[in-house]
């Protein structure tokens, strides 16, 4: 399987940005479509974007698609989520995925990185 790490969360104010990456080990990254998703408190995980292996397709949930771009870097081995005009009801902990697999369920997951927006 392989191994993921995220990271660059933090606090930030309304409006800002942040990037999160995801560091991929063990197995070849490429081999893998990638996703993120994310969990607020009290609520289930729920599904950020996806990303196929060679990076030319991509998909977003329907209320982030514009804020919210994932992007890969397979010669880097990260996954990348940049994310603009943050609301404080984007506050979650992201985690990044791995399926190789085109479609079905992810099976690798990250520990998490933990993003509040104060308002």
């Known amino acids: 399987q392989v191994q993921l790490v995220e990271s660059g969360g933090g606090l930030v104010e309304a409006g800002g940005s942040l990037r999160l990456s995801c560091a991929a080990s063990?197995?070849?990254?490429?081999?893998?479509?990638m996703g993120w998703f994310r969990q607020a408190p009290g609520k289930e995980r729920e599904f950020v974007a996806r990303?196929?292996?060679?990076?030319?397709?991509?998909s977003y949930a329907p209320s982030l698609k514009g804020r919210f771009t994932i992007s890969r870097g397979n010669a880097k081995n990260t996954l990348y989520l940049q994310m603009n005009s943050l609301k404080p009801e984007d506050t979650a902990v992201y985690y990044c995925?791995?399926?190789?697999?085109?479609?079905?369920?992810?099976?690798?997951w990250g520990q998490g990185t933990q993003v509040t927006v104060s308002s």
């Open positions: 995925a791995a399926r190789d697999t085109d479609y079905g369920p992810f099976g690798s």
């Open positions: 063990g197995r070849t990254f490429s081999d893998y479509t």
């Open positions: 990303i196929s292996r060679s990076g030319g397709s991509t």
